[in-house]
């Protein structure tokens, strides 16, 4: 591999490991509910975040977005706001399936399409390529670590905290929501896959190819920022706890820290989807998948989540990651 390609797997990998910790502040919030945390994150994240990125490091952007056409904007940020509407179910999709087995559906179809959309709209002649058999090996054995680390999640949870069952007609509603949550899921890759038009017109005014994506971001999240900000707002009002933002401290920094870790996962897996070369949006994004829910994963374990765990799930878990590290490696190969 070229020094730029093992860059762009690094990147790729700190995305991973700053998007696998990003909720984690939210487990020393004390006073304020879900809805407040939310409500702070989705603005940091989603508004502050990309926009002082974007001045930081776009060229000329007054002249670049007023260039562009209503298509090249609408791509983008309807890509965004289906991805936001995933945000939104992907909350419902766990609480009623149980974390593991809605994170494993959403994830699991959310890394497939995003993978593979991308290869197929912009080089489908890959597919039939030595490369491409083994991006497509890569895939199935990513789908099949997630498979096994969410059934070792399912495990955990049995054992540590029983799952009522839910009735035949609800669990299959809940299965239906996550997988429309899951498919929805990859539309944030879509919006940088589909908006490189923006990308290669901020190049043409100046900004470097590796900061070219911080020109789609704000555009994407844009759509994204809607469904955000209504469910939000909705309960807020629902449950009348606007009123908890009368006590900002200390819970504000945390929700803060959540969306400058989300929003630094992706401005950095945007970097790391250049550097990655022609393929870098849909190897890159099965790349940050993984390494995401690695990360997630080693996350829990180092913080006491599997110490009520029996043998048989923490072997499963170990069987996922590794089936994780496998698909790494040969979707590296495959980019070369």
């Avoid at 965004?80 to 939104?88: D, E, L």
């Avoid at 035949?168 to 899951?182: D, S």
């Avoid at 994204?224 to 900002?248: D, E, H, K, V």
């Avoid at 504000?252 to 959540?258: A, V, Y």
């Amino acid at each position: 591999m070229t020094a730029p390609l093992w860059l762009g797997l690094a990147l790729t990998m700190a995305a991973g490991l700053m998007s696998g910790n990003c909720m984690l502040p939210a487990k020393f919030v004390r006073r304020w509910p879900w809805e407040n945390t939310w409500l702070v994150f989705t603005l940091v994240s989603l508004v502050v975040a990309p926009a002082i990125l974007t001045f930081a490091t776009v060229k000329d952007l007054g002249g670049l977005y007023s260039s562009l056409s209503l298509v090249q904007v609408a791509l983008p940020f309807l890509f965004g706001f289906g991805w936001g509407i995933a945000q939104v179910l992907f909350g419902l999709s766990v609480t009623r399936l149980g974390l593991a087995l809605g994170y494993a559906i959403i994830v699991g179809l959310g890394a497939l399409l995003g993978t593979l959309v991308p290869l197929l709209f912009e080089r489908p002649h890959v597919l039939v390529t030595g490369r491409g058999a083994l991006i497509l090996a890569g895939v199935a054995v990513m789908l099949c670590g997630i498979v096994v680390a969410g059934k070792a999640g399912r495990m955990r949870e049995r054992e540590s905290v029983p799952v009522p069952e839910s009735p035949h007609a609800r669990y299959g509603a809940a299965l239906m929501l996550a997988i429309v949550c899951g498919i929805l899921a990859p539309m944030i890759n879509f919006s940088l896959a589909f908006g490189q038009d923006i990308a290669q017109e901020a190049v043409r005014r100046g900004t470097s190819p590796a900061n070219a994506a911080y020109a789609v971001w704000p555009i994407g999240l844009a759509g994204g920022l809607i469904p955000n900000l209504a469910y939000s707002i909705y309960l807020l009002n629902r449950n009348r706890t606007w009123s908890r933002f009368q006590t900002l401290l200390p819970d504000i920094w945390f929700p803060i820290l959540m969306g400058l870790l989300w929003m630094g996962a992706i401005a950095v897996y945007g970097t790391a989807a250049a550097l990655l070369g022609p393929l870098g949006t849909s190897v890159g994004w099965g790349l940050f998948q993984i390494f995401m829910i690695m990360t997630a994963n080693l996350s829990g374990v180092v913080t006491g989540e599997w110490n009520l765990a029996g043998a048989p799930a923490r072997r499963l878990l170990w069987t996922g990651l590794f089936l994780l590290a496998a698909a790494t490696v040969l979707m590296a190969l495959g980019n070369r």
